[in-house]
């Protein structure tokens, strides 16, 4: 900053004032660390909300502060879901939450209901369904994975198909399948995600792979939640060397 001499009048006062917002606690990042961000992927009734859903009571419960955003899809109704341009859409809607709450401190648990991660997979599923080209499926891809270091840990959540349609169908008043829970479909988002998962595990050591389909739900919530917390914990040793 500019020495007192050469500071306005006005400067001096906005400078003077500074003390009280405490500014290096405010915007410290080495003092109060950003909030510790999961995201969860995978393909559908694999169990992705259930975990979600007990982690975040577990955090409250423990006397954190915990978010869980509302999921693109919740949040973007007025587009057609069989496009590319839709799962653009969500995936901007969580890259802008992503961004605005990886600089505060207002949260200590964040928990995605899909991020930049399964944007990277859906956009290769597109590809798949030959509705993107590979040097535009591609350039989407790395803009999302631009932001994939403000995530903490990253489940890609996957179950067999069978598996996953009776898990999805147990309390419906009908059998008839949505437009991403038939077999065919889960099957290739299956695919997807683990070839996403192998690209990508080298590149972004946060990444975990969960196979739900010979898991109760305790175990799965219990296995989960022990990897949050092997993770954390490497988190809070690096920041005390």
């Known amino acids: 900053?500019?020495?007192?001499?050469?500071?306005?009048?006005?400067?001096?006062?906005?400078?003077?004032?500074?003390?009280?917002?405490?500014?290096?606690?405010?915007?410290?990042?080495?003092?109060?660390?950003p909030p510790f961000i999961c995201e969860f992927l995978g393909s559908p009734s694999a169990g992705k909300t259930t975990i979600i859903r007990t982690l975040d009571k577990f955090w409250r419960r423990q006397r954190f502060r915990c978010w869980t955003p509302q999921e693109g899809a919740?949040?973007?109704?007025?587009?057609?879901?069989?496009?590319?341009?839709?799962?653009?859409?969500?995936?901007?809607?969580?890259?802008?939450?992503?961004?605005?709450?990886?600089?505060g401190h207002q949260y200590d648990h964040v928990l995605f209901d899909r991020c930049v991660f399964d944007a990277y997979v859906w956009l290769k599923y597109r590809f798949r369904k030959d509705q993107l080209s590979a040097d535009t499926t591609r350039m989407f891809q790395e803009f999302f994975l631009g932001a994939a270091d403000r995530?903490?840990?990253?489940?890609?959540?996957?179950?067999?198909?069978?598996?996953?349609?009776?898990?999805?169908?147990?309390?419906?008043?009908?059998?008839?399948?949505?437009?991403?829970?038939?077999h065919d479909t889960i099957r290739l988002l299956i695919e997807?995600?683990?070839?996403?998962?192998?690209?990508?595990k080298g590149r972004f050591e946060q990444l975990v792979l969960v196979?739900?389909?010979e898991m109760d739900e305790?175990?799965?919530i219990q296995h989960v939640a022990g990897r949050v917390l092997d993770r954390l914990e490497k988190k809070v040793i690096e920041a005390s060397v």
């Open 1 to 33: 900053m500019a020495g007192d001499s050469e500071m306005t009048e006005f400067e001096r006062r906005a400078h003077l004032i500074k003390p009280y917002f405490n500014h290096l606690i405010r915007h410290g990042k080495d003092i109060l660390p």
């Open 74 to 103: 919740e949040a973007i109704r007025y587009m057609d879901r069989n496009t590319p341009f839709y799962n653009i859409a969500t995936g901007l809607h969580a890259y802008r939450i992503l961004m605005e709450i990886s600089e």
């Open 151 to 182: 995530v903490d840990c990253a489940f890609v959540i996957i179950c067999d198909p069978e598996v996953a349609i009776a898990r999805e169908t147990k309390h419906e008043l009908t059998q008839q399948m949505g437009q991403h829970t038939n």
């Open 192 to 200: 997807c995600n683990r070839e996403s998962y192998e690209e990508l």
């Open 211 to 213: 196979d739900t389909t």
């Open 218 to 220: 305790k175990t799965m």
